[in-house]
């Protein structure tokens, strides 16, 4: 099978592509810049361009690219695609995208496809997967990528791309601010850098949180918070929550303090009756990191 992959040489682009090349399918990246492509075929084996128009040669076609840029490079390839493609897209949201694609995509069959890890994965096992699809056409499609994707070991789950975009606010949007205002936070602090060398386990834990956020793209992270549905809302009840907890430190409330913290591992006990080994799973997180 042939695959174009649309921003090829961004690094989600880069992830699939050699996995699809090892898989040995016929690989075409395509891209904007011919420096870049040029850079990542000489670590893949895969075929470059620069000419949108050889997606049409492709039995189907990944479009990693970003939010911002998502609908212009959709106008561009949508004329070169045809009936008996498959066209998927790897944004971090999908109610927009999945609109776009049906706009101006009107042979090919589509698909919402999310997923939900990053490049510094080492395979598809135990990693998430959302599949969006809103029509037989795209079901039909969600099935075969489903099996596809569970058969490498991968969590598949299916769903409306507005409830998708929803449970990203949290999934995403909370995370990523909570690490951003962490590492504000961290490194305005004089003795920052001897903290990091002698944390213990939660430190390091949420230490490696921060650095994996702020090592990212900031255009990136900016697109994703000014995107996300209802972020404001749910941003400011943390925002509410910081303030009650750090109200309660402040005023030295001992027991109201111990009888909030076990009303939230009650709840947690309800939903999750073994979330008490998240501590072990702390270690072994740690026993890999430096």
Not at 77 to 102: C, R, W, Y
Not at 141 to 160: Q, T
Not at 181 to 208: H, N, W
Not at 225 to 237: A, C, L, R
Request: glycine share 6%.
């Amino acid at each position: 099978m042939k695959i174009a992959i649309v921003g090829g040489s961004g690094k989600m682009g880069q992830w699939f592509a050699r996995l699809l090349a090892q898989e040995g399918h016929e690989v075409l990246l395509v891209g904007r810049s011919e420096e870049k492509l040029r850079a990542v075929q000489q670590e893949l084996d895969v075929d470059i361009t620069t000419d949108v128009s050889r997606v049409g040669d492709a039995n189907a076609i990944i479009l990693s690219v970003p939010l911002d840029t998502f609908e212009a490079v959709v106008k561009q390839i949508a004329p070169h695609t045809h009936s008996g493609q498959n066209v998927v897209d790897f944004t971090s949201l999908k109610a927009e995208p999945v609109d776009i694609m049906h706009r101006h995509i009107t042979s090919a069959v589509t698909l919402g496809t999310h997923p939900v890890f990053g490049p510094g994965a080492k395979s598809l096992v135990n990693q998430n997967f959302v599949l969006t699809p809103t029509n037989d056409g795209e079901t039909a499609l969600a099935d075969k990528v489903r099996d596809y994707l569970e058969a490498k070991g991968a969590r598949v789950s299916l769903m409306a791309p507005e409830e998708h975009d929803r449970m990203m606010t949290v999934i995403l949007g909370l995370a990523h601010f909570i690490a951003i205002v962490s590492a504000d936070t961290l490194l305005r602090m004089e003795r920052f850098q001897e903290m990091k060398q002698i944390g213990g386990t939660t430190f390091r834990v949420l230490y490696t949180l921060v650095e994996s956020v702020i090592s990212e793209d900031p255009e990136l992270y900016a697109s994703l918070q000014m995107s996300f549905p209802d972020i404001g809302e749910i941003e400011g009840q943390f925002q509410q929550s910081v303030k009650t907890w750090a109200d309660l430190v402040k005023s030295g409330d001992r027991q109201a303090f111990v009888d909030r913290m076990s009303a939230l591992k009650d709840r947690l006990e309800e939903t999750d009756p073994h979330f008490q080994k998240a501590y072990e799973d702390m270690y072994r997180i740690t026993d890999g990191l430096p």
